[in-house]
């Protein structure tokens, strides 16, 4: 069920908050979901809606949450939903204060109707970060979704994301918007390991970033690190935020 608390995920987002600490994980919760026969993007926002409403009455902060629709890619969902924490503290007080509340069951039950979704927990990291606010307009996002091989230690994973950020940061502004990471802690047959995500402006500003980085000497290098530690397949999204201010 979505939004359900019970089997968290954690995806993304401070990720696409610019004040966000980079390389400090955060626990994100996200939900990979399938529209329902007839239902669509409006369903699910008119949802949001009643949810903000509804917790605004039982005076929860829902915080900074994000809508991912597929955009290109062999998934078996329509969307993605991510809401990040600030620290595991905060995320366990939400969680209680949500499952406390018949109101916050209401608002989950207009989700149900919507959408089958599994939920999953991750910490996110960010490696590289251009504070570059894009506020309420929409995004393109790229994800490189990932199985670890076998053998591969997490000081392994450690070594190769700061290999990733130090390339984008290499790049300068031509590097994405956004570049992290998630290490996903709950995980099904589906559920890959760890994930690599950039959030850029558009599909024109993606192609420039992308093509800078194939210019670079350094670009070479990052492919076949990654190639040694994680069997990998990409996709394209378009985010959006759909509750908070930033």
């Known amino acids: ?45 008119a949802a949001r809606d009643f949810e903000l409403k509804q917790a605004e009455k ?11 629709s597929l955009y290109k890619g062999d998934r078996d969902f329509d969307f993605v939903w991510l809401a990040p924490h ?47 606010d894009t506020g309420s307009d929409p995004y393109m996002v790229t994800t490189t979704a990932c199985k670890v091989k076998d053998g591969v230690s997490r000081q392994d994973m450690t070594d190769l994301e700061g290999h990733i950020g130090s390339v ?21 047959p589906n559920t890959p390991d760890w994930v690599m995500f950039n959030k850029h402006k558009n599909m024109t500003e993606r192609g420039k970033s992308l093509a800078a980085w194939r210019q670079m000497e350094q670009s070479q290098s990052q492919f076949r690190h990654m190639r040694t530690k994680v069997d990998c397949s990409f996709s394209l999204w378009r985010g959006q935020q759909v509750m908070g201010a930033n």
């Open 1 to 45: 069920a979505m939004k359900t608390v019970m089997s968290v995920v954690s995806v993304l987002m401070m990720l696409f908050c610019p004040v966000a600490v980079l390389g400090e994980e955060r626990p994100m919760e996200s939900w990979t979901c399938s529209y329902k026969d007839g239902k669509g993007l409006d369903d699910l926002l």
């Open 58 to 68: 039982a005076g929860i902060d829902l915080g900074n949450q994000f809508l991912w």
């Open 86 to 132: 600030d620290s595991w503290v905060a995320f366990n007080q939400r969680q209680d204060s949500v499952m406390d509340s018949a109101l916050m069951s209401k608002a989950q039950a207009r989700y149900d109707n919507i959408a089958t979704c599994r939920a999953v927990l991750g910490a996110v990291n960010i490696l590289n970060n251009q504070q570059i």
């Open 168 to 188: 984008r940061a290499a790049m300068g502004d031509t590097a994405p918007l956004i570049t992290g990471s998630i290490r996903m802690i709950t995980r099904g």
